[in-house]
């Protein structure tokens, strides 16, 4: 699957829809490329918590990167729809989806993606989950987060506007509960003893989105 275009992998998925949605997303989102740039060279398996309908993955094995990837989301309907489009591009034995609360972490053990859902958490559930995926990454591995930070920027009160309708709309059940800052997040990734960098990851929107890569030290095993 390794040559495979986006619009090849958007071809695994049922719908009109999504077929479409996930074209545009390949093609205008930088968190896909981000962290495939930041897990690159290794062997190690990829967790990845609030999977949604497990593109990253699709994405990732496209290019040829992972030898497993396991997807972790609540929704059932998201979880179905990925199940099938992984049957359809043939990764059964790679790629596994299941229907999980971010509670429940299975003991795999490797690199872990967060990608735009510490915010749909209260602050304490953010805060035990962050540790939950610091106890999942094995030495050299990457817990790669992308997340709206909580500063005083238009960028922020742009993204507040939005999942405010997001939530009106029923599009994300509950909504936003809580938007950490950078330093709530650093903090405990600091103490861990994992080395991290913060950067913007706009791409081609108005909202306050970042990414956030901490790394455990030490040589992954072969």
Known sequence: MASLSHRDIAACYDSRFQRGYVRGKLAS????????????????????IGCGIGLLGLYLHARGMLPRYLGLDRD???????RAAVRRAGL??????????????????GHVALLDMLHYLPREAQAALLQAAIGRLALGGALVIRSVLRDRSWRFHATRAEELWLRVSGLIRGGAQHYPSSEELRQPLEAAGLAVSV?????????NSYL??????????A
């Open 92 to 109: 059964q034995n790679a790629i596994e989806l299941r229907t999980s609360d971010a509670a429940a972490l299975p003991e795999l053990r």
């Open 199 to 207: 950067s913007p990851l706009f791409g081609y929107t108005p909202f």
């Open 76 to 82: 059932e309907r998201k979880i179905a729809e990925g």
């Open 29 to 48: 989102d930088p968190v896909y490329a981000a962290t495939a740039q930041a897990i690159g060279g290794s062997a190690l398996p990829l967790l990845d």
């Open 212 to 221: 956030l890569v901490a790394r455990r030290p030490g040589q992954a095993a």
